[in-house]
């Protein structure tokens, strides 16, 4: 199991012997390998996170391993860091799970079913946001109606909660993009996936990472990473200000041929107004992709790790 921790303090502990137990579970069913563990990857925590990391290392060595990054990389580099750790440890599978028990952990079984029948992808949907509030809840879906009309393949609604067999990871390791939507990427990875639904609750101790800002970012990164249709919006924007701009021409001549005075302030300000927004509108488009190419041409490493064990 691979868990993504960014100051989690007040819930580590209990996430910890939550999971740990449901392996135990899971293998003594002989469901699971009994070499199964938790891959905690500490993303640059400023609280004990990496404190409680290593004390329940010493607890139990083979249950709990965990990686330190050097410096906050953010909750998809997390994820990726540790599925790519379980590829390097020769797992056979790995699955994705936020630290805050918002995913229901009851829903591993149904994933190991799944993936012993043959799936090498495994989505945890959430079937219910009752716990969302109404805002995340109409911001998240219009952002995955959004997606699907960009035209990316069509992302389930999960929270990076997944099963990915070694297969599934190890395709997942010829992505070198810096900028990563594991949300966009892991369903083109075209494998024979499956769905489980569960319940998401509520965190279960500290608060989210994720605020509004985070979130606009987040979305910002899921579109400008799978889908250059804005940079045709752009295009088909800039069309149609051309017509509206000769309708206007021949409107004008018109009034001057049959001797009517021009009114021209109005139009001015509004032609002004109207285009100068367009302008800036499309250059800050085209910028958003032009600084992700310059992130991109950087190829500096996702993450630095700083400490394992
Ligand atoms: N997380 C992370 N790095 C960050 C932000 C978040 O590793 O920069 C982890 C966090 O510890 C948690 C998961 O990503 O395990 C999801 O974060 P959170 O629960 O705060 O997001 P929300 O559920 O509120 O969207
Ligand atoms: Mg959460």
Redesign the pocket.
């Known amino acids: 199991m691979v ?6 303090e007040p819930v580590l502990e209990q996430t910890a012997s939550v999971l740990s137990e449901k392996l135990r579970y899971l293998s003594t069913r002989r469901q699971i390998s009994a070499k199964s563990f938790i891959l905690l ?1 500490d ?1 640059g925590s400023k609280d004990r996170t990496w404190k409680i990391a290593s004390n329940l290392h010493t607890a139990d060595p083979e249950m709990f391993h965990a990686v330190k990054f050097s410096h ?4 998809q580099n ?2 990726y860091a540790g599925l790519m750790e379980s590829l390097r440890r020769g797992c056979d599978a790995a699955i994705s799970m ?3 028990l ?1 995913d229901d952990p009851s829903a591993i079984d149904g994933m190991v079913e799944s993936y012993r029948a043959g799936n090498e992808i495994v989505y945890g949907v959430r079937n219910n946001r009752d716990t969302d509030t109404a805002f ?1 809840r109409l911001t998240a879906e219009s952002f995955y109606k959004l997606m699907t009309w960009m035209g990316a393949d069509t992302i389930p609604d999960h ?2 909660f997944r099963l990915m067999s070694n297969t599934a990871i190890r395709a997942l390791s010829q992505y070198s993009e810096a900028n990563l939507f594991l949300r966009g990427i892991v369903p083109s990875l075209g494998f024979k996936s499956d769905k489980v639904f569960y319940k998401r609750g509520i ?1 279960a101790a ?5 605020p509004l800002s ?2 606009i970012s987040f979305a910002l990164e899921g579109i400008t990473s799978f889908s250059v249709k804005p940079l045709h919006m752009i295009t088909t924007t800039g069309f149609l200000s051309v017509i509206v701009g000769f309708i206007m021409l021949i409107y004008t001549i018109v009034s001057i041929c049959t001797g009517h005075a021009i009114a021209g302030w109005g139009s001015m300000m509004f032609s002004i107004w109207i285009l100068g927004g367009l302008i800036l509108v499309s250059l800050g488009i085209v910028g958003e992709y032009i600084g992700r190419i310059y992130i991109e041409t950087k190829h500096r490493p996702r993450y630095i790790i700083e400490e394992e064990i």
Do not use: F, L, T, W
Not at 3 to 8: H, R, V
Not at 206 to 210: A, F, P, R, V
């Open positions: 868990i993504p921790c960014y100051n989690e990857i993303d906050n990389r953010g909750h997390a994820v936020d630290a805050d918002q995340k929270a990076d965190r500290g608060e989210s990472k994720y985070k979130m």
